[in-house]
């Protein structure tokens, strides 16, 4: 008991394969430091592809039958690489009845059902963990759920969106336009045909969701959080924030005030070049942390792909074999705490303006305009700014409804 | 039982004092999450100062005598900071010889005498954590630990001193010398009035050997370790790599070669100021690290100051109330692997050499010089060169006896 665990795979796509190759090569690595084998029994076949070279080369069969893989006695753990909402979390659900433990990489729906799932796995006496859901190969929840637990966090913000990360790059270092570089990142493989998801912040926004919850121990939804993507943004106001010392970067961010209550936002935002999150470039993630204790600390790594997902996946599963050897069923998540919410609307922060040439905003923002900064004047006309602290609100009000200006945030300096 | 978790202090300067305040502000937020009170009920007095105000405020007695704490049967866990080697490894040798677990955040201790104390806390059936040892309030050790346990570490390397870092970074961005960056740490409380461990690499190699146990599970000592400290950097040195578009770090470094062995180095590196290791600055620490399976990843923060590392502590007293309360002993290390080293000499690098004015390099380091990247010359007559990829012995056997000549490592791009 304990010296064996074994895994029913739902899910060989990029990151299931992945999770095959990583435990192949690490199955004896593991064994010698946790006394525990894991091994992938069985999978449950695939609808749209023949499966079975790989389950013949990692030594597992297949079923086309799930039933079959959640009545299985000897499966102790199910694997749940599907993604999207159903049939993931129906699956979930009958292997948690089951009492079998559950990983899962799905960021969609925990942020979306990732209450309904813990309660269920609670009910049964089993773990779900779900480490690679956020930043793929990120040490990050576990980190939260640990190292972080005897402090106070105050703001977790950071990079949590690979596509737009590697759009934004190209944009920065080689000039490309968002068509341009969103074209460039469906070739490489990082965006999807229809990238919406990506470039809308919608796939950071479900991260957020997830990291609101390891950090203040809120459960939110996507409809608390303020949510603005990168579509559109115009190589001028990348050449301007760069002028003015900053990366453009979208960056999701929950804060706290001094009231208690947490902001939660997406959007694109100058980060100053010598920031730690500036110099994080292409695919790659980084979670910047803020709090009481440690002070300022950041995980950086890749924030998906197969392999280094796979990793996170097979460090839950190592975890797991540990906790199970020990006879205990350890949480995920540490702590529960009411949401406490403030609208991103009231947060104070430095803004960038910029406006097409055909409108002239000199007049319009001088009572916000920070004079210490020159503005930026493009060579097609354009024209920038920075402003003094304001608040979102007041931005909204004066500048939203008008066509042809762009408004973003400003990270402040450590 | 398993509720409470009662704690002998011994050291309290500034990190124990630290120890003190995080608990105090985090005991009811550690019970809620945990389930388990941590209380420090006594404490050894200082030999040099009154500590019955600290001893009232957080509410424990002190005593004069180490033994009454060991032997107090309701001590559970004895946290050490008293710092160097004696009388703290005596102490440490004798609580766990009464079955108390021992936190601890003495680097010097675990790099000279880990694998002595280790065992002895295994024979005891005890726990010693020690993840303030390293980086202060970064989250290094138990992430090895953990997230990289099923993934094979190749390079381990980073920012390990925040001194150094601290004079670095006043010496690339304020054009200091290396005296007037040497003052300004000492004026901040950043180095010590003998700041011979931290500017000769002493105090990083002691941290590369705990990281190379972490992430290789190999035990070496400092004697295995090519170390060079930064005592005397010239300013020109800084700025001639500047130009060249690197920022001049002190950085630790374990890298395993293709034939499995581990070369273990601590010297000034010229990193490229794109790297992420180039955007720590000042007193920070950053560990970057290279695996086949998650591929590339950071962690940053705090590398020293009383409240990061206390809290650092505080984790490791809350990881270890969660595993007692589980009735379990977790080892923080998870696995012994032989030591297979490579000499430092055989590694091949690329070189940043640099001369003063009197002496002409350019022919002899011909068949050497990378003829992509020009020279640099300063304003003083001096000049720099980046050489082609060549081994640590070449460079040495060739220039190591010249004086005027500085050689450095140049790190690579991602």
Redesign the interface.
């Known amino acids: 008991m304990g010296k064996q665990l074994n895994v029913g795979l739902l899910g060989m796509g990029v990151v299931g394969s992945g999770v095959c190759q990583?435990?192949s090569?690490?199955r004896a690595?593991?064994k010698?430091?946790?006394g525990v084998e894991i091994t992938i029994t069985r999978a449950l076949a695939s609808p749209y592809e023949d499966k079975s070279a790989i389950a013949d080369k990692y030594g597992f069969s297949l079923t086309a039958t799930v039933e079959e893989i959640f009545a299985d006695p000897e499966i102790d753990v199910i694997v749940e690489l599907i993604g999207k909402i159903n049939p993931a979390k129906e699956f979930i659900l009958a292997a948690l009845a089951h009492k079998k433990h559950v990983v899962t990489a799905n960021k969609d729906l925990i942020a979306t059902h990732g209450p309904e799932l813990l309660a269920a796995a609670e009910k049964a006496g089993v773990s779900l963990y779900f480490?690679a859901s956020v930043g793929g190969?990120?040490?990050i929840l576990?980190?939260l759920s640990?190292?972080?637990?005897?402090?106070?966090i105050t703001d977790i913000f950071g990079i949590v969106n690979g596509t737009t990360n590697y759009m934004l790059t190209k944009m920065v270092a080689e000039g490309l336009t968002y068509e341009e570089a969103l074209s460039e990142a469906q070739e490489k493989g990082f965006a999807e045909s229809d990238p919406t998801n990506d470039v809308d912040g919608i796939d950071a926004a479900y991260k957020m969701v997830i990291l609101t919850k390891f950090a203040f121990g809120m459960t939110i939804d996507l409809a608390d959080i303020d949510i603005k993507g990168i579509r559109g943004l115009s190589i001028e106001d990348i050449q301007q924030a760069a002028a003015f010392g900053y990366d453009v970067k979208l960056i999701g961010a929950a804060q706290k005030n001094t009231a208690g209550a947490v902001a939660v936002s997406v959007g694109p935002v100058l980060v100053p070049q010598?920031?730690?999150l500036?110099?994080?470039?292409s695919e790659?993630n980084g979670v910047f942390i803020k709090?009481?204790?440690?002070?300022?600390?950041?995980?950086?790594?890749?924030g998906a792909?197969s392999?280094?997902t796979?990793?996170?996946v097979?460090?839950d599963?190592?975890?797991l074999a540990?906790h199970r050897a020990?006879?205990?069923v350890?949480p995920f998540i540490?702590?529960d705490a009411p949401a406490h919410l403030a609208a991103a609307t009231e947060r104070v922060d430095r803004y960038y303006l910029s406006c097409s040439s055909d409108i002239d905003l000199s007049e319009t923002i001088a009572e916000v305009i920070d004079p210490t900064v020159p503005p930026q004047q493009n060579s097609n006309g354009s024209s920038a700014y920075l402003t003094k602290p304001i608040t979102q609100q007041f931005v909204e009000e004066r500048f939203g409804n008008s066509a042809g200006i762009q408004m973003m945030k400003v990270m402040e300096e450590?």
Chains 1, 2 share one sequence.
């Open positions: 990583v435990l090569e690490q690595a593991i010698a430091r946790t480490e190969g990120i040490p576990r980190t640990t190292h972080y637990l005897p402090d106070t010598s920031h730690a500036a110099s994080i470039k790659f709090s009481t204790g440690i002070g300022q600390s950041m995980v950086y790594g890749p792909g392999r280094p796979a990793t996170s097979v460090a599963l190592t975890e540990k020990d006879g205990i350890a540490q702590f450590f």
